[in-house]
């Protein structure tokens, strides 16, 4: 790009400097605590970092952003030393920057499309996302200046990356919202299925606080379907517009004999128990959790990533506590290593850490003991096969080959559907045969006159940047339906 | 915070309290349930709603001692609260007409069967009630359940009150003597949700059971509440929390409500001794 460097003369080649790694606890240390893998840069670093950014005039990245954040003018400023204004670019797309700076796959959204990428490594957006997010939250966060109020009222349900992202937006635009959630804390999949190592939960704190700031009405304990209904909201609640954004909470099973024996975890479980609940403080915290030594997670997406390293934590712990034998952790994935789902640096960092791999390997049975333990699990070898649907080569069990292995605990990790419980007295909303609800792509409008839906509630289980993705393009839609106006910028 | 706006020694194990929650109250049938939460460090711990009542916007709970958790909410008073409470979670008791009907309850179970056996009568249900525990001080309300009843029947298991019996001798006696039974209500232990089950079995009598697995989330979230009934896995926080007892996997219902065992007796010690350690420092008598 010589033209970049000439109009730009102070920025150095493109390549020169090289791609700032971001400090990590060391793997010997990190498997036996829950502190955050990834240590953050430092202000030093950041500036470097930030400096190879060609400041492209059509910016690809931003492009490849499910909320278009605008990349290239944030990392300009914080290059320039003007750590507000940086701020301000980041959050005026994105209000979560310090979770997606931490959780969003960037190596296949911006950083994949970044044009230094074609010679040298991108730039590391996401580290420089949470860097900028992470200034913030350290100095205190100023909310800003909200619009008049329209006199409307949104009622959106589910406090997860969707919601909280359709809920900011509307209030920013002066509407008044409702934010329910079932749980008693906000947050969704944020709080109870990312580890605090990958999130720390101050985060997802702070983020929530900068969302009820906007004017947000948060009602926890709030079960809809059960407290409320979505008519009622609708109906005699008075609100003017509703968005669904409850995700896909509900666990799916193996249905193979023995999957009820005790210690026998759905991923929801296990991580609910020790993420939301704490059970890796307990007793201080009454969660309990059956911490294994030889645990199998079976599965092989982030979720099934995230148990294994919490199970890890959980097995270390005590091994150390209790000077006994290191836990045994492996992934149990029925296709090859190419076709797992997880992101790379997440199977990297299990891999570092001691989890192992079995990979073309399918459970087929579970064993128990008299009381009803889990003992053991059979499982099958797999071969693949002609790609199926989703593109992928089909695993296919090879004939004769089932062995044994000795597990004390299982965790299934193998995907979620959508919660019914919401749709209850909800009449008109259409529904797929898989459980999610039909709604436009691009508006998030449902056949349901005033209902939005967004996140993985539409997609079924995907990622927390295309959930508030998703609820950034219904909030505009809402706007547009409430005011008749284009969102504000 | 949800307060507490009464509350009342039902046994030396056994609480009463009435709780502000307006919202719940609007919606509460019998036969759901609530999850509370105590404080920060709390677990999540489901209870079935004793009585509900919408105008004064309370829900009453019933706790039972055992653990950790529920020794700790024994000790909450009036004007004291939860941290949370959600509900109502499950789906409502099938009230209907369904002729003559037997309302067994047993110990803590007691407390949800009542309004159900209300509910019962009011659809025009003769209601023939059948209430034990295993002393006479773990009993209550008899009066209640008296007034909610055609006919009561009262059993201890040791004989210090009432009729010396398990409640499943006086089933299979009623449904022995008369043939016009159509359905049972048979809440409290497991064990004893189980045994009522066997003893219906062979009368061909629908028996519907209240399950108490272990939860978390009590929304369908998690399925550690999940056990077989009619050879399905079943989602008690969901599906149930009533089933037909004839089609439930009791065994296996019993082993995972043993799943923290361990955990919990960890748990009960060293709230002990904290509060013992408590009371020395503070030098009140226990």
């Known amino acids: 790009m010589p033209e970049t460097t000439k109009t730009k003369p102070k920025r150095p080649k493109p390549g020169a400097i090289p791609r700032q790694e971001m400090p990590r606890q060391a793997p010997e240390v990190r498997r036996a605590n829950f502190n955050e893998v990834a240590l953050g840069l430092t202000m030093e670093m950041a500036q470097l970092e930030a400096q190879r950014c060609l400041q492209c005039k059509k910016p690809l990245c931003i492009t490849g952003c499910p909320v278009e954040v605008r990349i290239p003018e944030f990392i300009l400023a914080l290059s320039e030393g003007n750590m507000p204004e940086a701020v301000r670019l980041l959050k005026d797309k994105n209000n979560l920057p310090a979770i997606c700076g931490r959780v969003c796959p960037q190596e296949t959204q911006c950083e994949e499309v970044c044009v230094l990428s074609k010679k040298f490594e991108p730039v590391a957006i996401g580290r420089l996302e949470r860097f900028v997010a992470d200034w913030e939250l350290a100095q205190g966060v100023e909310p800003p200046e909200p619009l008049p109020a329209t006199g409307k009222r949104v009622a959106v349900i589910g406090a997860g990356p969707a919601g909280l992202t359709c809920a900011a937006d509307l209030a920013r635009c002066g509407h008044q919202v409702t934010l329910f959630e079932s749980l008693h804390a906000p947050g969704g999949v944020l709080m109870y299925g990312i580890p605090e190592f990958r999130l720390p939960k101050r985060t997802v704190h702070a983020e929530v606080d900068y969302v009820k700031s906007l004017g947000v009405d948060l009602q926890l304990d709030a079960v809809v379907g059960k407290l409320y209904t979505l008519n009622e909201l609708l109906g005699e609640r008075g609100y003017d517009a509703a968005f669904l954004g409850t995700g896909a909470g509900l666990p799916r099973f193996m249905r193979i004999p023995g999957e009820n024996y005790n210690g026998v975890y759905s991923a929801n479980e296990f991580l609910t128990r020790v993420n939301l609940m704490k059970a890796y403080l307990f007793p201080e915290y009454d969660t309990p959790v059956k911490v294994g030594k030889r645990v199998a997670v079976i599965g092989g997406g982030n979720v099934a990533m995230d148990s294994a390293r919490c199970a890890l934590r959980l097995g270390w712990q005590r091994s150390l506590a209790e000077g006994n034998e290191p836990p045994e952790v492996t992934i149990v994935y029925r296709r090859s290593r190419v076709e797992l789902p997880a992101r790379l640096e997440e199977v990297e960092n299990a891999e570092e850490e001691g989890v192992e791999f079995r990979l073309l390997t399918n459970p087929v049975e579970i064993y128990g003991n008299e009381q009803g333990w889990v003992r053991g699990m059979r499982c099958i070898r797999m071969e693949l096969g002609e790609p199926d649907d989703s593109g992928r080569r089909r695993p296919i069990p090879i004939e004769g080959s089932e062995f044994d292995t000795e597990v004390d605990v299982v965790v299934v990790a193998i995907g979620t559907s959508p919660n019914p419980l919401v749709f209850t007295d909800a009449g008109g909303l259409e529904r797929t045969r898989w459980g999610t609800v039909v709604a436009d792509q691009e508006t998030g409008r449902t056949t349901k006159q005033g209902v939005w839906a967004g996140g993985d509630i539409v997609t079924g289980a995907a990622t927390v940047i295309s959930a508030m993705g998703a609820g950034k393009r219904a909030a505009a839609d809402i706007h547009r339906y409430l005011v008749g106006e284009e969102i504000c910028e | ?286």
Not at chain 2, 66 to 81: C, P
Not at chain 2, 112 to 122: K, M, Q, T, V
Not at chain 2, 206 to 224: E, F, K, Q, R
């Open chain 2, 1 to 286: 915070m949800y307060k507490i706006l009464a509350r009342e020694e039902l046994a030396p194990i056994t609480k009463l309290m009435v709780i502000e929650a307006p919202e719940v109250a609007r919606k509460a049938q019998p036969g759901q349930f609530v999850i509370v939460r105590i404080d920060e460090e709390g677990e999540r711990i489901p209870l079935t709603i004793a009585d509900f009542d919408r105008r004064a916007g309370t829900i009453t709970i019933i706790l039972q001692e055992v653990g950790k958790s529920t020794m700790q909410m024994g000790m909450l008073e009036v004007g004291d609260g939860f941290l949370s409470f959600t509900g109502p979670l499950g789906e409502p008791s099938k009230i209907e007409n369904y002729g003559t009907v037997l309302c067994v309850g047993g110990g803590v179970g007691i407390a949800p069967l009542f309004p159900i056996a209300c509910a019962l009568r009011e659809a025009g249900n003769y209601v023939i009630s059948i209430i034990g525990a295993r002393h006479k001080e773990l009993l209550f309300w008899e009066e209640k359940m008296h007034s909610a009843s055609d006919e009561l029947i009262v059993c201890t298991d040791d004989g210090s009150y009432g009729r010396k019996a398990l409640v499943t001798v006086p089933i299979r006696e009623l449904l022995e003597q008369r043939d016009d039974v159509s359905r049972i209500w048979a809440i409290g232990p497991a064990i004893m949700m189980k045994f009522c089950s066997l003893t219906a079995q062979p009368f061909h009598v629908p028996i519907i059971v209240s399950l108490n697995s272990i939860m978390v989330d009590g929304t369908g979230m998690c399925g550690a509440c999940r056990v077989e009934v009619g050879g399905r896995t079943r989602f008690v926080c969901v599906d149930g929390p009533e089933f037909d007892g004839r089609d439930v996997d009791w065994d296996q219902l019993l082993a995972r409500q043993r799943i923290y065992l361990g955990e919990e007796k960890l748990a009960r010690e060293k709230f002990e001794h904290e509060c013992c350690s408590k009371h020395k420092s503070s030098g009140s008598a226990v």
